[in-house]
Nanobody, 115 residues
Framework: QVQLVESGGGLVQAGGSLRLSCAAS????????IGWYRQAPGKQRELVAT???????NYADSVKGRATISRDSAKNTVYLQMNSLKPEDTAVYYC?????????WGQGTRVTVSS
């Protein structure tokens, strides 16, 4: 089992920055890929960014150049730094971790970008 706890959401003005954190616990050694998805009101959940156990990042086109995902294996924490935030980035951001057999989700942290 893997538990994920997100933090760092909040209200920010357009053009601002935010850093989200996801602390993983439990069988973290089994995690292959960890990252972030988001779900805006009335929309499906979508990938934001993930990073593999080897450190290779993957970004959605909508955040490329504005987002940086990083993984601190010693702290079992993954970070998402987002800059130049836009109102369309408003969503609940969920941490996601995938092992060979399971997919885990955090409870989510809300990000609101005001125009």
């Amino acid at each position: 089992q893997v538990q994920l706890v997100e933090s760092g959401g909040g209200l920010v003005q357009a053009g601002g920055s935010l850093r989200l954190s996801c602390a993983a616990s439990g069988s973290t050694f089994r995690i292959n890929t960890i990252g972030w998805y988001r779900q805006a009101p009335g929309k499906q959940r979508e990938l934001v960014a993930t990073v593999s156990s080897g450190g290779s990042p993957n970004y959605a086109d909508s955040v490329k150049g504005r987002a940086t995902i990083s993984r601190d294996s010693a702290k079992n924490t993954v970070y998402l730094q987002m800059n130049s935030l836009k109102p369309e980035d408003t969503a609940v951001y969920y941490c996601n971790a995938e092992t060979a057999l399971s997919v885990y989700w955090g409870q989510g942290t809300r990000v609101t970008v005001s125009s």
